[in-house]
C-alpha cells in the first residue's frame, strides 16, 4: 500500500497533491482505493489508527485525477463534524473562509506532529487541529471575536505555558460570564519549541487547587497559524526565542521551572503567573478586575 501511495503521488502532476499523498505515507495513514468501471479517477478512503486499534473513517468520495483533485462541499461538512465543534466558549470566527484542502492538510500535520512526540490520541489531534483553525481563521476573518490571541511560549510546553494559557483563559471567561467585559478580547494559546510527551502531573494538581482544569491538556509545539494570529508572544523563562513577526511583541516572564519541583515549588510558580496573568489582564488587555 505505501509503494501504491507513493506511485500515486508520482503520478499526480499536482504538487500539493503529491505531497498530500507523501504526507499520508509518513503518517501510517491506510487507504482504500476503488476505480469505477469506466471512470478514470480514483476514490480514495482515508482511515487512521488510534492507539487502541480502532479505525476513524476521516473523508470518503475524494477523488484522485491525473491533473486535479475534486473534492465536495458535503465532504467539507463531514470533516468539519468529525473535528467537532468544541472551541474556545467565547471565539467566533468564520470558518468558510478557510479550504477544505487547508483544513486536511492541518489535520493530517497535526496527527503527524504529536505521533512524533508519542501521543497517539485522536481526541489530542482533533482539539489541536482546531486551535490552529481557529488561529488561521482569525488571521481571514476581519470580523472574528476576538481577532488576535497570545501565544504562551516555552520548551516543553508542559508546565509554565500550558498553565499561563489556561490561567488567562479562565479569568477571562470568568469577566465574560459575571458580564464585566462582552467578549473574549484574546484567545491564549500555548506551544513548545521541543514539547513533552505530557504535561506535568503537579502543575496539573497545582491548577486543579485554584479550580482549573488542565487534565485534558497536552503539550504540542508552536505553529504558524498560532503565531501568526498572535499580537504577543509571552516566554516563560526557558530562553526560547520568539518567532518574528511584523508588528508582533515579544515579552519574557522569568519564570523558574517546575520541572522535577515538589508541589510546594510548584505553587510558588502558580503564584507567580498568577500575579504576571492580573498585570497583562489590568495594564495590557486594560480590564479592570
Given at each position: 500500500?505505501?509503494?501504491l501511495?507513493?506511485?500515486?503521488a508520482r503520478r499526480?502532476s499536482?504538487?500539493l497533491?503529491?505531497?498530500?499523498?507523501?504526507?499520508?505515507?509518513e503518517?501510517?495513514?491506510?487507504?482504500?482505493?476503488?476505480?469505477r468501471r469506466g471512470?478514470?479517477?480514483?476514490?480514495?478512503?482515508?482511515?487512521?489508527?488510534t492507539q487502541?486499534g480502532?479505525?476513524?473513517?476521516l473523508?470518503?468520495t475524494?477523488?484522485?485525477?491525473?491533473?486535479n483533485?475534486?473534492m465536495?462541499?458535503?465532504a467539507?461538512e463531514e470533516f468539519?463534524?468529525?473535528?467537532?465543534?468544541?472551541?474556545?466558549?467565547?471565539?467566533?470566527?468564520?470558518?468558510?473562509l478557510i479550504?477544505?484542502s487547508?483544513?486536511e492538510?492541518?489535520?493530517?500535520?497535526?496527527?503527524?506532529?504529536?505521533?512524533?512526540?508519542?501521543n497517539?490520541?485522536a481526541?489530542?489531534a482533533?482539539?489541536?487541529?482546531r486551535?490552529r483553525l481557529?488561529?488561521l481563521?482569525?488571521?481571514?476573518?476581519?470580523k472574528?471575536n476576538?481577532s488576535?490571541?497570545?501565544?504562551?511560549l516555552?520548551?516543553?510546553n508542559a508546565?509554565?505555558?500550558?498553565?499561563?494559557?489556561a490561567?488567562?483563559?479562565?479569568h477571562?471567561?470568568?469577566l465574560?460570564s459575571e458580564?464585566?467585559i462582552?467578549?473574549?478580547?484574546v484567545?491564549s494559546?500555548?506551544?513548545?519549541?521541543?514539547p513533552?510527551?505530557?504535561v506535568?502531573?503537579?502543575c496539573?494538581q497545582?491548577m486543579?487547587?485554584i479550580?482549573?482544569?488542565?487534565?485534558?491538556?497536552?503539550p504540542?509545539?508552536?505553529?504558524n497559524e498560532?503565531?501568526r494570529a498572535?499580537k504577543?508572544?509571552?516566554?516563560?523563562?526557558?530562553g526560547?526565542?520568539?518567532?518574528?513577526l511584523?508588528?508582533q511583541d515579544?515579552?519574557n516572564?522569568d519564570?523558574?521551572?517546575p520541572h522535577?519541583?515538589g508541589?510546594?515549588m510548584?505553587r510558588q510558580?502558580?503564584s507567580?503567573?498568577?500575579?504576571n496573568?492580573?498585570r497583562?489582564?489590568?495594564?495590557?488587555?486594560?480590564?479592570?478586575?
Amino acid at each position: 500500500m505505501v509503494a501504491l501511495l507513493n506511485a500515486l503521488a508520482r503520478r499526480c502532476s499536482s504538487p500539493l497533491t503529491s505531497k498530500f499523498l507523501k504526507k499520508q505515507v509518513e503518517c501510517g495513514v491506510s487507504v482504500r482505493l476503488v476505480r469505477r468501471r469506466g471512470s478514470n479517477s480514483l476514490t480514495l478512503t482515508r482511515c487512521i489508527s488510534t492507539q487502541n486499534g480502532e479505525i476513524q473513517k476521516l473523508l470518503q468520495t475524494t477523488k484522485i485525477r491525473t491533473r486535479n483533485v475534486s473534492m465536495s462541499s458535503s465532504a467539507k461538512e463531514e470533516f468539519v463534524l468529525m473535528l467537532g465543534s468544541e472551541q474556545h466558549k467565547h471565539a467566533q470566527v468564520d470558518f468558510s473562509l478557510i479550504d477544505f484542502s487547508e483544513m486536511e492538510r492541518i489535520y493530517v500535520d497535526s496527527v503527524a506532529s504529536l505521533k512524533e512526540l508519542g501521543n497517539n490520541s485522536a481526541a489530542h489531534a482533533k482539539a489541536f487541529a482546531r486551535e490552529r483553525l481557529l488561529a488561521l481563521g482569525m488571521t481571514r476573518d476581519i470580523k472574528a471575536n476576538p481577532s488576535t490571541g497570545i501565544l504562551f511560549l516555552c520548551g516543553h510546553n508542559a508546565g509554565r505555558s500550558q498553565m499561563a494559557a489556561a490561567m488567562l483563559t479562565h479569568h477571562l471567561e470568568k469577566l465574560v460570564s459575571e458580564g464585566k467585559i462582552d467578549s473574549l478580547p484574546v484567545v491564549s494559546f500555548s506551544g513548545g519549541s521541543v514539547p513533552s510527551n505530557e504535561v506535568n502531573p503537579i502543575c496539573i494538581q497545582a491548577m486543579e487547587e485554584i479550580g482549573i482544569d488542565l487534565s485534558h491538556a497536552f503539550p504540542k509545539p508552536w505553529t504558524n497559524e498560532v503565531a501568526r494570529a498572535s499580537k504577543t508572544i509571552i516566554t516563560m523563562g526557558c530562553g526560547d526565542k520568539c518567532p518574528i513577526l511584523p508588528g508582533q511583541d515579544c515579552v519574557n516572564w522569568d519564570l523558574p521551572d517546575p520541572h522535577g519541583q515538589g508541589i510546594d515549588m510548584v505553587r510558588q510558580v502558580r503564584s507567580a503567573i498568577a500575579e504576571n496573568i492580573d498585570r497583562l489582564i489590568e495594564n495590557d488587555l486594560k480590564i479592570s478586575m
